[in-house]
């Protein structure tokens, strides 16, 4: 009986200790999978920001989408990541300015009222997943700006410009959006920019 | 044979559908194969050849556009035709081939500050063959803004090793697969000739055995557990005329005179008992006849041990009963020729010993009628003595008829006047039918050719039918009185066609019944009163008749008569 109790004290004991390894090791994966989807995430976004100025350069509007001060106002519109949208920010005001017109970066978060108290040339989404995407989209398309977002599926919710990533970088237009928003990009760009929806080109 | 053919038959188109089989299944594999390279594989390898090729692309492509967007620099077409070349000098290791064969820039002049179209430089070969080419986008490192497009027109030599390669081991696969399909399909052929073999032989015995069991002169039904009949050999149905379509699914027992036979408390019996062996059973024939079998029966059990029919083996032993009913005939037979031989040689020895007071007699009535002859006396006395002299020869010819009929029987067949033995035969009769005031009628045609007979056992024949007719005729006279007359005819004479010999005894007597008919050649069997018949006479008769290779046909009516005949044939003449 005792033997029996004993082997029964053992399984028990091997069986929490298998679901303690599984759990660690599921944890783990978790966190290595978090991180790697943060490492991903940062890769997009420096990524975005080589091709952003690519963008504003191809709109054949932008000069007259300077503010009253003669600068061209962008946004970055992160929700609760200012840090990142602090380094977009910086990054972005290395390139100083675009086609000529100084650059003026802002930076705002998606719910802020302040969003919509200015006249940007451009909207920089600084972080995935913005829970009021839909209202910053909507918003670019009324002033008729360009809204990019480097972060992978961002386009298919209404993003005018992104990028697609394959063996090479390429900026990624959505070609609905851009006809709602008037938005007139140089047909140069547009050749060699990836399109949403996907068309055939002959 | 035919069985065998179209076994073999059979077999061949098996072994056809099998390679068939075969060449389809190594069709489809090949097709597979062919499709998976021709819509995935390479495909799939050209796609990945366009990703690493945009890559690399990519990677040099940030020369040309730090060149591009150099706009201060001095000699700036120059750096850009060299950085270009420099490209262009790259090479595929393995085959020595440049990487990039051509580069063509498209640039800009919006963004690049340069007079339009002066920097479209298209360097490397004119007509670059076996390339993909991939657009690459040119950015500027400073303001990142789209310079143009640089048209990189890449070697599909490292793809085409790579699809060489891969194509090499799809072809060795696919001839592998053939290998093993070849070999598989040998190994089967191989079995299914072997099978094919054992086959035939088993189809061969299987023959054999069928032809065996088919030619056995035994019975052989298979019964269901019921007593029903599932399979019947042709030689049963033959024995009891009937075709195997009749007798198939009907109970055994309706064959049967013994008809509970495999029904109720006789199967319950036959269940416990596993078995019935040799009894003797009656059939009944489709004509109505019987055939008698020596009867075994067995249950038939399946793997389960369970009850699943019975199989009977009878053997038809109607000839050896009839053998057997013919050797009683026949001892009987002699039995009695004993007694008539004995009683013969008792009438030889009192024929002789009455010869001598006969002769005395005689003598002596000689004597008187010469006495009286010479005294010329014709009282009653010499009249008388003439009776007695012919009564005395009368006494001394039935004497003498008796001592022939006595002789010891030779058996002894020879060519003979069958007129002779019926006189003989006749001359005991004669007398009595004429005191009995019966009618002896003798048509006998004397000019007839000799038959192969035995003269003693045409007598006894004769004196038979003789015998029996004087009993009908005389019956009948008791029974019926004044108006009959009862008359016997003897006929004998050559039937024209045949040429045979036809003797006949006809008589207009009581007759028989049917049924008395049917059995009156049977031994033992008799119509007369107890006492005044043996029931052996027509018996013997027919034994005679058939021993000496003559035919006997009888004929009769129930109150009107009956009528003997008996076919002989004649001695060829030569």
């Known amino acids: 009986m005792h033997l029996i109790k004993g082997k029964i004290a053992i399984g028990k004991t091997s069986t929490w200790l298998c679901i303690c390894s599984m759990l660690l090791i599921c944890l783990v994966k978790a966190s290595v999978a978090g991180q790697d989807q943060d490492t991903h995430s940062a890769r997009l976004l420096h990524a975005g920001l080589d091709l952003f100025p690519s963008f504003l350069a191809a709109d054949q509007q932008i000069a007259d989408k300077q503010d009253n001060d003669g600068n061209l106002v962008i946004y970055i519109v992160h929700h609760n990541d200012s840090r990142t949208a602090q380094i977009v920010a910086t990054r972005l005001l290395d390139i100083k300015k675009i086609k000529g017109v100084p650059m003026k970066v802002v930076i705002v978060r998606d719910d802020d009222d302040d969003l919509y108290s200015l006249q940007p040339a451009g909207i920089f989404i600084a972080q995935p997943h913005l829970p009021h995407l839909a209202a910053v989209v909507k918003y670019g398309k009324q002033k008729s700006i360009i809204t990019f977002s480097p972060f992978a599926g961002d386009v298919t919710l209404g993003v005018a410009g992104s990028i697609a990533v394959t063996a090479r970088i390429l900026p990624q237009v959505n070609t609905t959006t851009l006809a709602d928003s008037k938005l007139d990009l140089k047909p140069f760009f547009l050749r060699i920019a990836s399109r949403y929806p996907e068309v055939e080109l002959n | ?574």
């Open chain 2, 1 to 574: 044979m035919n069985s065998l053919r179209s076994f073999f038959n059979r077999s061949d188109s098996y072994h056809g559908r099998i390679t068939l089989i075969f060449i389809l299944l190594a069709a489809i594999l090949e097709g597979a194969l062919v499709s998976y390279w021709l819509f995935a594989l390479e495909p799939r390898l050209r796609a990945e050849a366009s990703a690493y090729s945009q890559a690399l692309s990519t990677a040099q492509a940030q020369i040309l556009a730090f060149e591009i967007a150099d706009e201060h620099g001095r000699q700036r077409e120059e750096k850009l035709n060299l950085a270009m070349d420099k490209i262009l000098l790259f090479r595929v290791p393995q085959s020595d081939k440049p990487f990039t064969k051509k580069i063509r820039l498209e640039l800009d002049y919006d963004v690049v500050d340069a007079p339009d179209r002066s920097l479209d430089f298209s360097l490397g070969d004119d007509d670059p063959s076996y390339c993909i080419t991939v657009p690459i986008a040119l950015f500027s490192p400073t303001s990142r803004e789209l310079l143009g497009i640089a048209h990189f027109s890449n070697n599909l030599d490292v793809i085409e090793n790579l699809e060489s390669e891969v194509r090499t081991k799809l072809t060795l696969a696919s001839a592998l697969i053939i290998l093993l399909l070849i070999v598989v399909w040998l190994t089967i052929s191989s079995l299914n000739a072997r099978l094919s073999n054992y086959a035939s032989d088993l189809a061969r015995a299987r023959e054999i055995t069928n032809k065996t069991i088919a030619s056995l002169q035994d019975a052989r039904i298979i019964l269901t557990p019921t007593g029903n009949i599932a399979e019947i050999n042709p030689y049963s149905a033959h024995i009891l005329g009937y075709n195997e379509k009749e007798i198939l699914g009907r109970h055994l027992s309706e064959f049967l005179k013994e008809s509970k036979l495999f029904r109720g408390k006789h199967l319950e019996t036959f269940i416990a008992e596993k078995s019935l062996a040799n009894t003797e059973l009656h059939f009944v024939n489709k004509d109505g006849s019987l055939t008698d079998m020596m009867f075994s029966a067995a249950m038939v059990l399946d793997p389960e041990g369970n009850f699943n029919g019975i199989i009977c083996i009878g053997k038809d032993i109607t000839a050896l009963n009839e053998a057997k009913r013919e050797i009683e005939d026949k001892q009987t037979q002699m039995i009695h020729a004993g007694r008539l031989s004995a009683l013969g040689e008792m009438a030889t020895g009192i024929a002789h010993e009455l010869n001598q007071p006969l002769y005395i007699i005689r003598l002596a009535a000689d004597s008187l009628r010469d006495y009286f002859t010479r005294n010329a006396n014709e009282a009653i006395e010499a009249t008388d003595v003439n009776k007695i002299i012919g009564q005395v020869e009368r006494a001394t010819t039935i004497i003498t008829n008796m001592r022939s009929f006595g002789r010891a029987d030779t058996g002894k067949m020879e060519p003979l006047n069958i007129t002779n033995p019926l006189h003989l035969a006749l001359s005991f009769f004669r007398e009595q039918f004429k005191k009995s005031n019966l009618v002896l009628r003798e048509e006998i045609d004397t000019n007839l050719p000799l038959i192969k007979a035995n003269a003693q056992k045409f007598e006894q024949i004769v004196i038979n039918f003789l015998s029996n007719a004087r009993y009908a005729v005389s019956t009948r006279q008791e029974s019926e009185g004044g108006g009959y007359i009862p008359t016997v005819v003897i006929r004998l004479y050559q039937d024209e066609s045949d040429r045979r010999l036809i003797f006949e005894v006809e008589d207009n007597g009581i007759g028989m019944n049917a049924q008395e008919l049917d059995r009156c050649l049977e031994p033992f069997f008799t119509s007369k009163e107890v006492g005044r018949g043996t029931g052996l006479g027509l018996s013997i008769v027919h034994g005679l008749v058939k021993e000496m290779g003559m035919e006997l046909v009888v004929g009769s009516s129930l109150g009107k008569g009956s009528i003997f005949r008996i076919f002989m044939a004649p001695v060829a003449e030569g």
